[in-house]
């Protein structure tokens, strides 16, 4: 059976809506282009609402699980002479420390950002963040009671977990950002002495927390650090698994701003201001706490994801973000020298 014209005439006219202009063979409102460390199913929901809203197109670029944030990074500075991106949106923190640092960002205070409190914020506009994980320990409920569940990063290296232990590859994202964290709250010796105690444990080692977080749902490990989008993903799955906030009674669980940032000579600059605005807005945050993501505003007054992944009285980790790069080549070094993953 054929559709009815009318049908017909309405989807064109919908397409037309966001078809390119005529003549120049480009949106009407123009093109921004986005490099996103953010998990696609994630990201893409806020770019098609920022697209139809504004009429901008969006050329959207990814990297890869296993290399999360530092493929992009990488790419960025290579090319900080001669810019292909507007806007970085990253998945943490630590790496857009380095950008700052190799001069490849542009101050930008966005309007929308109000309400933001001031230490996640540059205090001078390279970067600013917006809608948090946590890091948190996510046990297989088949094989492991909840009163045996581990209650800190330090118990994993206990022998009871010896060889059922899994975390990412601590060289890129936000584990190698929790790593930098660890070095610059517990000190460099006592967070070496920690990594040390983890590779003496036989930790099990993957290519990136979403595989973490699969070893524990299949049984292959009994633990593993993840990041709460990674484990509100076995939830949803209904997998045997369970979640832990780690170290409430001592240093805090460590959570991790996304941020955004304007790219310095961007060929699309005032575009990326806009798209920016946006995902700095208190709209996108909650659209981010409500997706699957089940990621935690930074503004008050928005509403957070439900349990089990509140955090409105978690004890979190201190961190000075100003502080975490100048750590970056003393971890890295220490990571790939000694541990040898």
């Not at 933001?116 to 320990?137: M, N, S």
């Amino acid at each position: 059976m054929k559709p009815p014209r009318l049908f017909l005439l309405a989807l064109t006219l919908s397409l037309a809506a966001f078809a390119p202009g005529c003549g120049d063979g480009k949106p009407a409102g123009g093109s921004v282009v986005l490099f996103c460390a953010q998990d696609p199913e994630f990201a893409q929901p806020l770019v098609k609402v920022f697209e139809e809203r504004t009429g901008i197109r969006v050329d959207l670029h990814y990297d890869a699980e296993s290399a999360k944030t530092v493929g992009l990074v990488t790419r960025l500075i290579a090319r900080k002479d001669h810019p292909e991106c507007d806007v970085f949106w990253n998945n943490e923190l630590g790496q857009t420390l380095v950008l700052k640092e190799e001069g490849v960002l542009e101050p930008y205070k966005a309007a929308s950002a109000e309400g933001i409190p001031e230490q996640h914020k540059d205090k001078d506009g390279y970067w600013t963040g917006f809608a948090a994980r946590a890091r948190v320990l996510l046990y297989n409920t088949d094989s492991v009671k909840p009163e045996d569940a581990p209650k800190g990063i330090w118990d994993l290296t206990k022998p009871r977990w010896k060889g059922k232990v899994a975390i990412a590859r601590p060289l890129f994202g936000t584990t190698f950002t929790h790593a930098v964290a660890l070095f610059e709250v517990l000190g460099e010796e006592k967070a070496k002495e920690f990594f040390r105690a983890l590779k003496a444990n036989d930790i099990k080692i993957a290519p990136g927390n979403a595989m973490t977080r699969n070893m524990v749902a299949n049984g292959e490990a009994d633990v593993c650090l993840t990041d709460t989008d990674d484990a509100r993903g076995a939830y949803l799955k209904k997998s045997p698994v369970a979640m832990v906030f780690p170290d409430q009674d001592g240093m805090g669980a460590f959570v991790i701003p996304h941020s955004v940032m304007l790219i310095k000579g961007g060929p699309n600059a005032e575009n990326g201001k806009k798209l920016i605005e946006f995902l700095l807005s208190a709209e996108a945050e909650g659209l981010l706490a409500k997706s699957e993501a089940a990621q935690f505003p930074l503004r008050p007054g928005v509403a957070g994801p439900a349990e089990p992944f509140k955090i409105d009285k978690l004890k979190r980790m201190e961190v000075d973000w100003s502080a975490l790069s100048k750590r970056f080549p003393v971890v890295k070094t220490f990571i790939e020298s000694e541990l040898v993953w």
